[in-house]
């Protein structure tokens, strides 16, 4: 079973940038796509950027799209979330998680496995 821990949230000025990480322990980590998601106070949990294991192709929702890029790295069972240009609207709790299939998926609920989350204030 994977287990996940993320790291790099803060509080950041808007315009700036951070790099959330989020590292994966057990096994099946190199099987499994990786997603991001964010919850704002008072709004339901959303997918914002998937990678898949089998190609490495990724989504980007339309709200970070040019401005959040994921990747992994699965020498290190690490995946990480670059994000620059950041928005007040990007404020919210910040979750990475592992779905067992080589694909990504967009629907939460195919993610079986969750990080504990990290916040990401962004100030006007």
């Known amino acids: 079973q994977v287990q996940l821990v993320e790291s790099g949230g803060g509080l950041v000025q808007a315009g700036g940038s951070l790099r959330l990480s989020c590292a994966a322990s057990g096994r099946a980590f190199n099987h499994s796509s990786m997603g991001w998601f964010r919850q704002a106070p008072g709004k339901e949990r959303e997918l914002i950027t998937a990678?898949?294991?089998?190609?490495?192709?990724?989504y980007y929702a339309h709200s970070v799209m040019g401005r959040f890029t994921i990747s992994r790295d699965n020498a290190k069972n690490t995946v990480y979330l670059q994000m620059n240009s950041l928005e007040p609207g990007d404020t919210a709790v910040y979750y990475c998680a592992a779905a067992p299939y080589s694909d990504w998926y967009s629907n939460q609920y195919e993610y079986k496995t969750w990080g504990q989350g990290t916040q990401v204030t962004v100030s006007s």
């Open positions: 990678i898949s294991w089998s190609d490495g192709s990724t």
